[in-house]
Each structure stands twice: as C-alpha cells, then as structure tokens.
C-alpha cells in the first residue's frame, strides 16, 4: 500500500515558477514509477511526467517539455514547474504505478490533488 499526499500548488503569474512535491509512505515506495498527471475544469485527466524507479527514465507531455522537470529523491517526487503559463491551470495529482506511465487508466495509486493557478 502506498499512500501520496501532495503540496506546493498555489497561484502564480504566467511567466513564474512553482514547485510540486509529493510525499509518499510506505515501504515499497522505491519500487514504483512516480508521475504527475493535471485535470483542468471540464476536463480530462492529461499525462504531465513520470520517473521510473531509479530515477534514471523520464517522459514528458509535448506541452510541458522544456520547461517542467519532474525528480525523486528518497520518499519524495518533485515536479519544478518553470516559464508557468496560464494553460498550466488545474489540479495537478501524483500518481504511482509499477511501470513509468502516459495514462491514467491503470494507476494503482494517487493523491489527493494540489491546485495549481497560473494568471496572465
């Protein structure tokens, strides 16, 4: 069993920086791909990054490439969020799986979500 909670969301203007972390208990935490997905209102669940197990694999959507960056240290994973735009509104959720992911039909685990405002 793996438990996620989620911080650092907060409102931005477009243009800055925020910082995602995810907490995450449980012994077996190293033995899972960790990611980020983001669910803006009236919206799908979109795939932003996942890290596999021993942090040496990453993918990103198209949309944050380059200016995301998603990193796991111990029982935590991070997602630095750089060049913030105002399309980057939503709740962002971490997730765990036992592989790296693009989709949120098999996740095993998630968090509780941390809203994430980018004005313009």
């Known amino acids: 069993q793996v438990q996620l909670v989620e911080s650092g969301g907060g409102l931005v203007r477009a243009g800055g920086s925020l910082r995602l972390s995810c907490a995450a208990s449980?012994?077996?935490?190293?033995?899972?791909?960790m990611g980020w997905f983001r669910q803006a209102p009236g919206k799908e669940r979109d795939f932003v990054a996942t890290?596999?197990?021993?942090?040496?694999t990453t993918l990103y959507a198209d949309s944050v490439k380059d200016r995301f960056t998603i990193s796991r240290d111990k029982n935590t994973v991070s997602l630095q969020m750089n060049s913030l735009k105002p399309e980057d509104t939503a709740v962002y959720y971490c997730?765990?799986?036992?592989?790296?992911?693009?989709?949120?039909?098999?996740?095993?685990?998630w968090g509780q979500g941390t809203q994430v405002t980018v004005s313009s």
């Open positions: 997730a765990a799986d036992f592989t790296v992911f693009t989709t949120p039909r098999s996740i095993h685990y």
């Open positions: 449980g012994r077996t935490f190293r033995t899972y791909a």
């Open positions: 890290i596999n197990p021993s942090g040496d």
